[in-house]
């Protein structure tokens, strides 16, 4: 079952626009990460935040974690028609699990247009 | 390569039929995992292993579905009796160490099942 829920499902803009993603979840976590998926390929991990930590970088990534709404944002600066890909948010620890069982989102589909 | 392998990159099998898939990890990653992926239901974690050891199992859909690892490396998921709803793309996963590590996953390409 998903752990929670990504928005958009999908998402449509320019290249050089600012393209941000949601996911929400239901239980406690360890960390939460981001992952791509690019089509008939399998899922590569962008970023990883800790439940301690509440935003990290890392190049046109910003990634925000908010516990208390058990809630995150991916935000990817300057996009470029190669971002177009499938987004996913996992969390890692729901349920009390404590070896990396990731608990998937729906995804988000971002199509980016040069 | 340095990555995820998997094998076959793409299986169609008829019904009722026994399907074998594979897994290389990265050389030195001490946990797997298997996850399926499907259009009606997502991803969805299937089994763990740590070492050749499966903690935990909780995800194989049915008793149809079982997996093992060998020599703490390659794994192979297997599936007795294909159904149709069977029909997804498995993925496989390796990190380096499973316990609270905060490790990010390597997933391989995955392989597209379908079973007519």
């Known amino acids: 079952s998903q752990q929670g829920e990504e928005d958009p499902q999908a998402l449509s803009i320019q290249e050089g626009e600012n393209a941000t993603m949601n996911c929400s979840y239901k239980t406690s976590i360890n960390n939460l990460q981001w992952y791509r998926q690019n089509s008939g390929r399998g899922l590569v991990h962008l970023i990883l935040?800790?439940?301690?930590?509440r935003e990290k970088h890392s190049g046109r990534l910003r990634v925000t974690l908010d516990t208390s709404k058990k809630s995150s944002s991916l935000l990817i600066t300057a996009s470029r028609a190669a971002d177009t890909a499938s987004y996913f948010c996992?969390?890692?620890?729901?349920?009390?699990?404590?070896?990396?069982?990731?608990?998937f989102g729906q995804g988000t589909i971002l199509t980016v247009h040069p | 390569g340095a990555g995820v392998s998997q094998s076959p990159s793409n299986k169609v099998t008829e019904k009722g039929k026994d399907v074998e898939l594979r897994c290389d990890p990265i050389?030195?990653?001490?946990?797997l995992y298997w996850y399926r992926q499907s259009l009606g239901q997502g991803l969805e974690f299937l089994i763990y292993f740590q070492g050749n050891s499966a903690p935990d199992k909780s995800g194989l859909p049915s008793d149809r579905f079982s997996a093992e690892r060998t020599g703490g490396s390659v794994s192979t998921l297997t599936i007795q009796r294909t159904q149709q709803e069977d029909s997804a793309v498995y993925l496989c996963?390796?990190?380096?160490?499973?316990?609270?590590?905060?490790?990010?996953?390597?997933f391989g390409d995955g392989t597209r099942l379908s079973i007519l």
């Open positions: 050389s030195g990653h001490t946990a």
């Open positions: 996992a969390t890692d620890g729901a349920g009390g699990t404590s070896y990396g069982k990731l608990t």
């Open positions: 935040i800790r439940s301690n930590e």
């Open positions: 996963a390796s990190s380096l160490v499973g316990p609270i590590s905060n490790q990010p996953q390597h």
